[in-house]
């Protein structure tokens, strides 16, 4: 009896184990990001944002899931600037602030640098090229002298 009860053990774990490999092995769509390039709206003087995906570009990944992008704001002025918003126009892919390791509004001091990693989704269908994002900043930040 105990043969037998291994033996279900042995092949349902194998039959898992299958199905996970066939699962990463279909032909899902995929999309193949060459870089990110990064737009910045509103008043940012002093302030400077810079922008990069945690694996190297390019890359391919497959439709229908997410990227990690790290986003370094640092305020070299004398007054807080506001990261708003950070969204994206390249067709098929989206953000969602669901999806931010932090909230935003995210208010970054004077002398101060903040780190925000956001979560990119990809399109349902295939895709190679750039990912565009925007950062919308309010605020208003004069370089000290």
């Known amino acids: 009896m105990k043969a037998i009860y291994s033996t279900v053990i042995v092949v349902v774990i194998t039959l898992l184990f299958i199905f996970a490999v066939y699962q990463n092995f279909t032909a899902a769509p995929s999309v193949q990001v060459t870089s990110l390039k990064l737009n910045v709206e509103g008043p940012e003087d002093g302030l400077t944002v810079s922008e990069k995906p945690l694996v ?84 208003r930040s004069k370089i000290a002298d």
């Open 56 to 139: 190297s570009t390019p890359f391919r990944i497959k439709s229908l899931s997410f990227f990690g992008v790290e986003m370094n704001f640092t305020n070299y002025g004398n007054k807080t600037v506001s990261v708003d918003t950070i969204t994206t126009n390249t067709k098929g892919f989206s953000i969602s602030s669901t999806y931010f390791s932090e909230s935003l509004p995210l208010s970054v001091s004077p002398g101060q640098t903040k780190t925000l990693y956001v979560a990119v989704e990809t399109p349902s269908t295939s895709y190679s090229g750039p990912v565009n994002l925007t950062v919308v900043l309010s605020g």
